[in-house]
């Protein structure tokens, strides 16, 4: 049985006032490289072997942190990469909560395409499938996945046995933690979700 940390990256300057997706060069602000140096002092002692990330500058910082107390490189997979908000990348989620498509996100994401970009049902899908690829590759042990709140949410609604459509109902904060066991054959069990390493922080951002 292989264990699993879903870790969101830690905050940029942007979080929670834009929808960064896969906007290139954003790095963790002065609070995140904090938060992902006591999310790496959580995990110092857990038996690590491997730390994956999302390819994205933040992700890797964040990975970077929780590998070096391992003495661990950090491996990209873009399957647990963030989902791709096409034309709405890097707007201010202010103006975004005002266009007609917000609700159906927060109601029915299922039925969602980001204009441009990708549907939340076809990110849960590849997203799913890295982490069970991962868990094929790595078995019996713990490794670590670096990734983003609604991929991470995804990945727990599937694993929970969750509609997508309830999938906003989780809350994963800045430089939490969700561990899962996946096992060869039978059903996953979900052990932990957006455990953190500081106090819980109101969240509604990406």
């Not at 299922?110 to 939340?120: D, L």
Request: proline fraction near 8%; charge should be neutral.
């Amino acid at each position: 049985m292989t264990t699993l940390v879903l870790v969101r990256h830690a905050t940029t300057a942007a979080t929670g006032h834009r929808l960064g997706g896969w906007t290139p060069g954003v790095h963790l602000d002065a609070g995140g490289r904090e938060q992902a140096a006591a999310t790496a002092r959580e995990l110092a002692e857990a038996p690590l072997t491997a730390v994956y990330a999302s390819p994205l500058e933040r992700t890797m910082e964040t990975a970077r942190a929780i590998a070096r107390p391992h003495d661990l490189r950090v491996r990209r997979r873009k399957g647990v990469g963030e989902v791709d908000y096409g034309d709405w990348t890097d707007q201010p989620l202010d103006r975004l909560r005002r266009r007609k498509l917000w609700a159906t996100i927060q109601a029915t994401p299922s039925r969602v395409t980001f204009p441009g970009g990708e549907s939340i049902r076809g990110a849960q899908a590849r997203a799913v499938d890295t982490v069970e690829q991962l868990a094929g590759e790595h078995p019996g042990e713990h490794i670590a996945v670096v990734s983003h709140a609604d991929i991470i949410k995804a990945v727990l609604a599937h694993l929970m046995g969750m509609p997508l459509d309830s999938f906003q109902r989780l809350v994963i904060g800045p430089a939490s933690m969700s561990v899962v066991q996946l096992p060869p054959d039978g059903a996953p069990a979900v052990l932990a979700c957006n455990t953190t390493a500081q106090p819980p922080i109101p969240q509604g951002e990406r």
